[in-house]
């Protein structure tokens, strides 16, 4: 350990880093506080402080380790179109965890302050609206369950295939899957709600 105090920005890198590379190495299931701190060189103190559980420490470790899930809103000119791109990038991340990560999350996220599970519908919403100033839909004030529903779809056939998500997600497989979401079931269930005037 250097004679240099570690503060800030620097020393919550070090922490998330550390974390990934428990998560990466040992599994979510061995994930600790402790277990990060000697890994980080620092005090699990240090790290409660932050983030008082695990489940909120990983989520903090991904986004540090890949980034948001979503920077902007997709804007492919149709409604399908940022759909598919958005999906597509859920299953590309969902490609980065390990398996007993995404089991874990699922288990324990909800239960904790992450906001996991709680981006995606917030853009499928905006993707929706930006839907009807292109005028594909009458209008985006639609339920919650159903604007949530591609991403909890993708999100059970994730966890349905996690040990071999990252070859799904890899190949052809994936058009295939997302074409069921979204052409037999999301999209023929936004436009009964809120389709277009003909």
Do not use: C
């Not at 292109?134 to 339920?143: I, K, Q, S, T």
């Amino acid at each position: 350990m250097t004679g240099t105090r570690r503060r800030g920005d620097e020393l919550e890198a070090t922490i998330l880093d550390a974390a990934w590379a428990e998560i990466m190495e040992n599994g979510y299931p061995r994930l600790t506080m402790e277990g990060v701190a000697a890994r980080a060189r620092t005090g699990k103190q240090v790290i409660y402080r932050r983030w008082p559980d695990r489940a909120q420490l990983a989520i903090a470790a991904i986004r540090h380790t890949l980034g948001p899930l979503v920077s902007e809103v997709p804007r492919t000119g149709s409604l399908r179109g940022d759909l598919r791109s958005l999906l597509l990038r859920m299953a590309d991340r969902g490609r980065q965890y390990r398996p007993d990560l995404f089991y874990g999350l699922l288990a324990e996220a909800p239960e904790s302050d992450t906001g996991f599970g709680t981006v995606m519908p917030g853009v499928i919403r905006a993707i929706l609206e930006n839907a009807v100033a292109r005028g594909e839909l009458a209008h985006a004030d639609l339920p919650s369950r159903v604007v949530s529903l591609p991403a909890d779809l993708l999100r059970y056939e994730a966890l349905r295939n996690a040990p071999r998500w990252g070859q799904v997600a890899g190949e052809g497989e994936i058009e295939q899957l997302l074409s069921e979401i979204l052409d037999d079931v999301f999209l023929p269930l936004v436009l009964a709600l809120a389709g277009p005037e003909t």
